[in-house]
């Protein structure tokens, strides 16, 4: 057991294709999910306590839970039963990534959380329990771990890591006013695709070539989310934000994740400044942050 507090960096995602299949018997949907992380970052310190607690700060921080329910509490939790221990940890969690915004912020706070306790508890867990405790806390952890580049199939807890060339991507993420909630997002596309065929979830070649080779304007062409539409349906004004995004010069627009965060592919740092500044000055967003792609999983700080 360590005494000094433990700090660990986790990256936010955005999802490059989001391939949705019909609903499952379990309620969940079949994906191809290719996850990318990217440079935005909340930090998670664990520091030995005399009981479960939980603190937040930053953007958004008032709407994020400080009870048993914060997935990284859970995380806390179920890397303690696993060990036979009480999970007597203070975690702070410093926040950048938009809450409840579709970048996957609370995913990334159990993946910090879980590896925090893990290097605070010294309980040197092998990873592939982590990731087993990852994908039982939610369908993103595990990719918060690993970050890089992966496809998830299954309920897209099951990774495969990909590959990625070139520099690296440069995006704009427009934060939206409030969250979106997952579930509700999943709810409205079974509601726009009832009684229709939905096709089985397949990867797209032409999207992880583009990876691979790290070609923007291939990626940018190649850029899909099935959850675009029921995004849209629940929130509009979305559709307001990505015409700006697009006229500012951003190569490709599109909701990431279950939204409502918007995501611009731009060429370089100067678009993505260009395309940042005018995303602001519309009003159609309340921040605008330009960040690079692929970015490293969970690292103890
Ligand atoms: O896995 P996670 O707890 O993050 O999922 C949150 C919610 O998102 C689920 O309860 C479900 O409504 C929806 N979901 C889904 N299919 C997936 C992943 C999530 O329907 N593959």
Redesign the pocket.
């Known amino acids: 057991m360590n005494q000094a507090p433990v700090t660990v960096r986790v990256p936010a995602k955005v999802n490059v294709q989001l391939a949705v299949g019909g609903?499952r018997p379990d309620?969940?949907?079949?994906?191809a999910n290719v996850f990318l992380a990217v440079g935005l970052h909340d930090e998670v310190t664990a520091t030995p306590a005399d009981s479960l607690r939980i603190t937040c700060t930053g953007p958004g921080a008032d709407r994020v839970p400080l009870d048993a329910t914060n997935l990284a509490a859970r995380a806390a939790s179920a890397l303690a039963r696993l060990h036979g221990l009480s999970p007597d940890v203070h975690l702070h969690i410093a926040k950048d990534i938009p809450v409840a915004g579709g970048m996957a912020g609370g995913?990334a706070d159990a993946a910090g959380a879980l590896l925090a306790c893990d290097v605070l508890w010294a309980t040197a867990t092998p990873r592939e329990q982590l990731l087993d405790i990852c994908a039982e806390l939610?369908?993103?952890v595990p990719f918060s771990l690993v970050g890089g580049a992966a496809l998830g199939v299954g309920?897209?807890e099951q990774l495969t890591p990909l590959p990625v060339g070139g520099p690296g991507f440069h995006w704009v993420f427009a934060v939206a006013d409030g969250g979106l909630s997952?579930?509700a997002v999943?709810?409205e596309f079974d509601r726009l695709t009832a009684g229709l065929a939905v096709p089985e979830p397949e990867a797209s070649d032409a999207l992880l070539g583009a990876l691979r080779t790290g070609d923007a304007t291939a990626l940018a062409a190649a850029l899909t989310n099935d959850l675009q539409a029921a995004a849209l349906s629940l929130r509009p004004s979305l559709a307001d934000t990505l015409a700006v995004g697009t006229k500012a010069g951003a190569l490709a627009a599109l909701v990431s994740g279950s939204g409502p965060t918007t995501a611009y592919l731009v060429q370089d740092a100067e678009a993505a400044q260009r395309v940042a500044d005018a995303l602001l000055a519309s009003g159609t967003c309340v921040a605008a942050r330009p960040a690079v792609s692929p970015a490293a999983g969970a690292t103890v700080v």
Request: proline share 12%.
């Open positions: 609903v309620g969940f949907h079949p994906l995913s939610g369908s993103d309920r897209g997952t579930p999943y709810g």
